[in-house]
């Protein structure tokens, strides 16, 4: 059974680099034709994605948000980071992380999520 769950601090000051941790439990990160993304959701807003890693370590990033993302993995733990810098309130939502066979999927009846965790920006 495929389950990804996210991890990181729900609260984040103006400034700051947020950090979040998803593991997959269900497979290898290494091992597939996948792609495992994050995705956020601002209060009153729709899906966003914001980027991807694939199963060969290669990362895809929404152009918009590049300058201030990086994803990383640490295939020892089957896990995937998001890195994104200079948080301001903009970037307070639901942050969520997938596993699909295609980039920049926000459809949440496709693929596999994580139930998201929350991120709160603010001093």
């Known amino acids: 059974q495929v389950q990804l769950q996210e991890s990181g601090p729900g609260l984040v000051k103006p400034s700051q680099t947020l950090s979040l941790t998803c593991t997959d439990s269900g497979g290898s990160i290494t091992a597939g034709a996948y792609y495992w993304s994050w995705i956020r959701q601002p209060p009153g807003k729709g899906l966003e994605w914001m980027g991807a890693?694939?199963?060969?370590?290669?990362?895809y990033d929404k152009t918009s948000l590049k300058s201030r993302t990086s994803i990383s993995r640490d295939t020892s733990k089957n896990q995937f980071t998001l890195q994104l810098r200079s948080v301001t309130p903009e970037d307070t939502a639901v942050y969520y992380c997938a596993r699909h066979t295609e980039k920049g999927v926000v459809t949440q009846s496709r693929g596999y999520w994580g139930q998201g965790t929350q991120v709160t920006v603010s001093s």
């Open positions: 890693i694939g199963s060969s370590g290669t990362t």
